[in-house]
């Protein structure tokens, strides 16, 4: 007999989906974001009651919780992404006391969050990162095409930045005159072209209004017991800060930058929070480059080693600024101006209005570019100088 968690997931990634998917047509078919009538409410009830149906059972067979970290991060996964689209559907209102109605769902989250030492809720990594094909089927909200170009080419992203934090990271331990460091910064080079790659093919393939009405709404925030937990968000992974930081484009004496990285450190599991802890303890690139320079400049490999990490810090602020500029904008900013006010609450998935996170991610984005601006402490001066050298 499959367990209580077997259940839960066999359920996740058949009639979960399936459920989700009729809702999703019937909306696109009106074009609205959400609707409340008879038709959809019949298939909300089903989702919501079946839902709480698994959850129950796994609350009364305790036993079935996996006791590796693994597998009590997948199981969050689960109830999370239940949750997500109770919220994505309107079928989680508060009680009266604040509360979320969703009892066992929330009692779970806590207890596997407590236990994984990350935030109770659904994470992007979930279907990135942690997401296992089980007859070549893997986790998603809905079967819709969309959704799945959505995240296959997030993922490929994560896994090229993944790629360039590792030679980046691999670099430290030699020293910006070694002859390997180059190789390690052309490796580095070469994953952020595929990040950019992965970009421009997502916003080759991915359709503009299936994004904005039926998977954005996934990822916005929800409530655990009475606290509302913010939205996932394709950045909760530490590679692209570790590139941030090992370069040098980001500081550790910036709080606006490790504002950021306090946020998001508790929607990413284990290794990837202590990554991020790790990469803020080393002396970046660019500062050993500037450190050397003086005693080192006219040295072959030196020159050849500063060449490379200046290409690395130009292609990682295309990437990133393609993203904002095109994607961002394209998929969130644009289509946000056709909605109706009564649907724009809670539009973003880390919580703030849209034009604050747009104002932030800006922000970002001219740090990792190295922009000119005396308001912000780009690296813009620091990279002339060193270009000057070459």
């Not at 038709?39 to 796994?58: F, P, R, T």
């Amino acid at each position: 007999m499959a367990s209580s968690i077997d259940a839960l997931d066999q359920w996740i990634r058949s009639r979960f989906k399936q459920l989700n998917t009729e809702l999703e047509e019937y909306y696109f078919s009106q074009d609205s974001l959400i609707l409340d009538d008879a038709k959809s409410a019949s298939i909300k009830n089903s989702l919501l009651d079946e839902g709480q149906q698994l959850l129950a059972a796994i609350l009364k067979n305790a036993s079935d919780i996996p006791s590796s970290y693994e597998g009590r991060f997948y199981l969050l996964g689960n109830v999370g992404m239940y949750m997500a689209a109770c919220r994505r559907h309107e079928i989680d209102t508060s009680l009266e006391n604040g509360y979320s109605p969703l009892n066992e769902a929330s009692t779970i989250s806590f207890q596997l969050g407590l236990a994984t030492n990350v935030a109770p809720r659904f994470m992007s990594t979930h279907l990135g990162l942690y997401n296992r094909a089980e007859n070549g089927v893997y986790r998603t909200f809905t079967t819709l095409e969309d959704e799945k170009i959505f995240v296959d080419y997030n993922t490929l992203g994560t896994l090229a930045y993944k790629k360039a934090s590792d030679a980046l990271e691999r670099a430290t331990h030699f020293g910006v005159t070694h002859t390997l460091t180059e190789y390690l910064f052309n490796d580095a080079r070469l994953a952020l072209q595929e990040v950019l790659k992965f970009s421009e093919i997502l916003d080759d393939k991915l359709d503009v209004k299936r994004f904005f009405y039926n998977i954005r709404p996934y990822y916005k925030s929800y409530r655990i017991g009475r606290r509302d937990y913010r939205g996932a968000n394709a950045g909760d992974f530490a590679a692209i800060n570790e590139i941030d930081l090992l370069t040098g484009l980001c500081s550790r004496d910036d709080p606006f930058y490790l504002d950021i990285m306090v946020d998001k450190q508790a929607y990413m599991p284990q290794s990837e929070q202590l990554r991020l802890q790790a990469s803020i303890e080393k002396t970046s690139f660019l500062d050993q480059f500037l450190a050397e320079s003086r005693k080192c400049k006219k040295l072959p490999q030196f020159q050849k080693n500063l060449r490379m990490l200046l290409e690395v810090c130009e292609i990682h602020g295309l990437g990133y600024a393609f993203h904002h500029d095109q994607l961002v904008k394209k998929y969130i900013e644009d289509p946000a101006v056709n909605i109706p006010d009564s649907q724009k609450e809670n539009l973003t998935a880390s919580g703030p209005p849209l034009s604050v996170l747009l104002r932030g991610l800006g922000k970002l984005r001219d740090l990792r570019m190295a922009a000119e601006r005396d308001d912000i402490p780009t690296r813009y001066a620091d990279i002339q100088k060193l270009k000057a050298i070459i």
